[in-house]
């Protein structure tokens, strides 16, 4: 296709988006366009499918509702051009530059022409090493999509379905992925600092080497019915004294990155739960039974531990700052004081690398808890059992 046949599509085109006489739809399905221009042109719904476009030209182009069915765009630049509601099904995009494009509501999932006997196999899209800072791509369905070392700097793809996708490597730093669906998604080595992974669907998304943050906390409701309904249970059962709802019991299941910020959960049996990376800060878990739970890297900020059953809890790398973890005074059916308490049992608890920074022990049991690289500055430990501890250990040497 010459260049002059291709100025003249363009402007049949420009008629027929006008309704004007003489005009038509531009068609270029199929054709070896490589290294052809189409920046700044205006090419709504145009029909791209199959085509060649290797290294084109769509700098600022309005592409919306276009056709880009299994077209081949590797090392095209389509910065700042607009994709909304584009399809771009199956196509192979390999270190395109999208800097700044809208591709809301774009549609990239796989797609295949059919072969000649008709047994045409869909092909995920392939944004390996693509340029895609800035990006607007809210909505857009990208299940599968290949975006292994891609740079996706502050790209919003909150709402997007990412499923199955591949990001190995992908710099999203300051992406928002608020709401995205990321079930089964590879983001193994992928920059995620700053970005926000609020009421993002993570179920078996792979985080290897991450670094994630783990207070872009997922909300209570991302759980499922069944664990929603079993916490808003106990939240009646508590506001109730007993009267409705009923006692959590959440035992053994995984609510990694979960936000219970100022939840209270007293009472309830969490036992070998995960709370990898939750935010739970201000939340009140007194008297619960939390024994063999893991909290790695939580946010458990002025938590509020009293009582509870924290024996071989992993708590290393939380953030437990003013938390509490106190004995309760023990009282008899009347609310009278029986002269006696019921210590917070921390023994045999990991600890290291964690910041208990002010936060209370008093009375507690931290018998042979692995307290090492953790920061108890400032720390209340009056009556506490520290046999067996470093801190314990560093007291005796002084």
Not at 182 to 198: S, V
């Amino acid at each position: 296709m010459t260049p002059q046949e291709i100025i003249e599509i363009l402007k049949r085109h420009e008629l027929w988006l006008q309704n004007k006489g003489g005009g038509q739809r531009a068609s270029f399905a199929m054709q070896d366009l490589r290294g052809s221009s189409f920046a700044r042109a205006n090419l709504q719904n145009a029909k791209f499918s199959g085509a060649d476009l290797s290294g084109s030209d769509f700098t600022g182009a309005d592409l919306r509702q276009a056709d880009f069915f299994a077209a081949t765009l590797q090392a095209a630049i389509m910065a700042e051009a607009n994709l909304e509601g584009a399809d771009l099904r199956g196509a192979q995009m390999k270190e395109v530059i999208l800097d700044g494009a809208n591709l809301k509501n774009a549609d990239l999932r796989a797609g295949a022409l059919l072969s000649d006997d008709g047994d045409g196999k869909p092909l995920p899209v392939d944004l390996t090493g693509a340029s895609m800072n800035n990006v607007e791509a809210s909505g857009a369905m990208m299940a599968g999509v290949n975006m292994e070392n891609a740079r996706m700097n502050n790209a919003n793809l909150s709402g997007a379905n990412l499923s199955g996708a591949i990001a190995v490597n992908a710099d999203l730093t300051g992406a928002n992925l608020g709401g995205a669906q990321l079930g089964g998604a590879r983001l193994d080595g992928a920059n995620l600092r700053d970005a926000d992974l609020t009421h993002a669907k993570m179920k078996n998304t792979s985080l290897v080497g991450t670094g994630i943050d783990p207070v872009a906390a997922r909300p209570a409701e991302d759980f499922g019915a069944i664990v929603h309904r079993i916490l808003l249970d106990h939240f009646e059962w508590k506001e109730t004294d007993g009267k409705k709802g009923r006692r959590a019991n959440l035992l053994n299941e995984d609510l990694s990155a979960i936000n219970l910020s100022g939840a209270n959960l007293d009472g309830a049996n969490l036992r070998g739960t995960k709370f990898v990376g939750a935010k739970m800060d201000n939340a009140s878990f007194v008297m619960a039974d939390l024994s063999q739970t893991e909290f790695q890297g939580a946010d458990l900020r002025n938590a509020d531990f009293s009582g509870a059953n924290l024996r071989k809890t992993n708590l290393t790398n939380v953030n437990a700052a003013g938390a509490k973890f106190n004995a309760v005074p023990l009282r008899d059916h009347d609310g009278n004081l029986m002269g006696r308490d019921w210590a917070t049992n921390l023994m045999g608890a990991v600890m290291t690398g964690g910041n208990f920074a002010k936060a209370e022990f008093q009375g507690a049991n931290l018998m042979d808890a692995n307290t090492i690289a953790a920061e108890f500055r400032d720390a209340d430990l009056t009556g506490a059992n520290l046999r067996g501890t470093e801190i314990g250990k560093q007291r005796q040497r002084a």
